[in-house]
């Protein structure tokens, strides 16, 4: 079980390192559409119309990977933190009830995204978006939506590897998981 929980706590915190990346490319990038809308429309009283909708797109990659990394630095929203110093049986139980929610909630939500109503993928949410392109500019729209599944299976993984290293004990901890993900459910 700790080859196991080292293993995906290594795969959690690489995933983790290019989310991470791709976010701050994704920050970058939004903050200069924003910059170049400010300049063109108060410098030259011409700006672009595709720069606010590109702003836009990028802050959906931000928002939703910084999600993803939120979750596994432990800076999620809980309605109850459990002190470390609790009997392990009771972390475990609150462990397990945060992953049940996790999935409840966001289940569902990577399911539609593959299929639509009727389990058909022609009318799942990244189908639509296939062919659905940008309004002020020639891209398709699935470049925007396809973060709503990479966000979610990344949630899943930092989970499990959340699980698995609660499940191994102490031992399966890696120097990288002890900066970025707490002890506790």
Known sequence: MTFIATFLDRLSAGVDRVLRLIALVGLVLMVAFIALQVVARYGFAAPPAWTEEAARYAMVWVGLLGASISFRAGFDPRLVRLPATLPRPVLAVGALLRGAAVVAFLGPILFYCFYGPGLNPARSFLARNLYTTAETF??????VAVTVPIFIIAIFLHGLAHCARGLAGPV???TESNSHAPDHA
């Open 172 to 174: 399966a901890k890696t």
């Open 138 to 143: 020639d891209m398709p729209t699935i470049f």
